[in-house]
T-cell receptor, first 113, second 110 residues
Framework: EAQVTQNPRYLITVTGKKLTVTCSQN?????MSWYRQDPGLGLRQIYY???????DKGDVPEGYKVSRKEKRNFPLILESPSPNQTSLYFCASRPGIVLYGYTFGSGTRLTVV | GQQLNQSPQSMFIQEGEDVSMNCTSSSIFNTWLWYKQEPGEGPVLLIALYKAGELTSNGRLTAQFGITRKDSFLNISASIPSDVGIYFCAGLFGTYKYIFGTGTRLKVLA
């Protein structure tokens, strides 16, 4: 089944403790992206990647890092999480042909206390 | 960053009613997508629109690409309880970036 898989689904952590949210896609998509969803703000892009070793900032990149060492994986790293990073996070991927839109993972709900 | 304005923000409707929602921007978009997010899941693509004025249906859902290219509309006919969720529009800005709307939360009363 074609899908985007992200883990974990739920995570509670403490301020300052580094964490990684993994994301993997099995569709051989070139583009991958991370979004955060907050009430009233919709989906905001954190980082995106156009291909292996090519990443760029989205609209809200502060406090996050990403890497794209393999085409299928695009982990999101929070080096020192803070409470304002409590949110619902989605990984998404799409083909190089932009018209097809993104396929989303099931989400990771992160709480930073 | 840019965002698209969706309205209404939320709505309660009776089962069987038709639903209309829209997405507007001050910028021109080249493609419009409509997604639905069910509780506990990621957004799933419903309809894609590629030309100004285009009208496309997917079952009981019909979406339109506004003539000005600055807006899009989604209609759901004869709503049913499983239509509940958050509906997002997304506009293709330039050649590679999708901008997402703020979402319309739909609740259907049986």
């Amino acid at each position: 089944e074609a899908q985007v898989t992200q883990n974990p689904r739920y995570l509670i952590t403490v301020t300052g403790k580094k964490l990684t949210v993994t994301c993997s896609q099995n569709m051989n998509h070139e583009y991958m992206s991370w979004y955060r969803q907050d009430p009233g703000l919709g989906l905001r892009q954190i980082y995106y990647s156009m291909n292996v070793e090519v990443t760029d900032k989205g609209d809200v990149p502060e406090g996050y890092k990403v890497s794209r060492k393999e085409k299928r994986n695009f982990p999101l790293i929070l080096e020192s999480p803070s409470p304002n990073q409590t949110s619902l996070y989605f990984c998404a991927s799409r083909p190089g042909i932009v018209l097809y839109g993104y396929t989303f993972g099931s989400g990771t709900r992160l709480t930073v206390v | 960053g840019q965002q698209l304005n969706q309205s209404p923000q939320s709505m309660f409707i009776q089962e069987g009613e038709d639903v209309s929602m829209n997405c507007t921007s001050s910028s021109i978009f080249n493609t419009w997508l409509w997604y639905k997010q069910e509780p506990g899941e990621g957004p799933v693509l419903l309809i894609a629109l590629y030309k100004a004025g285009e009208l496309t249906s997917n079952g009981r859902l019909t979406a339109q690409f506004g003539i000005t290219r600055k807006d899009s509309f989604l209609n759901i006919s004869a709503s049913i309880p499983s239509d509940v969720g958050i509906y997002f529009c997304a506009g293709l800005f330039g050649t590679y970036k999708y901008i997402f709307g703020t979402g319309t939360r739909l609740k259907v009363l049986a």
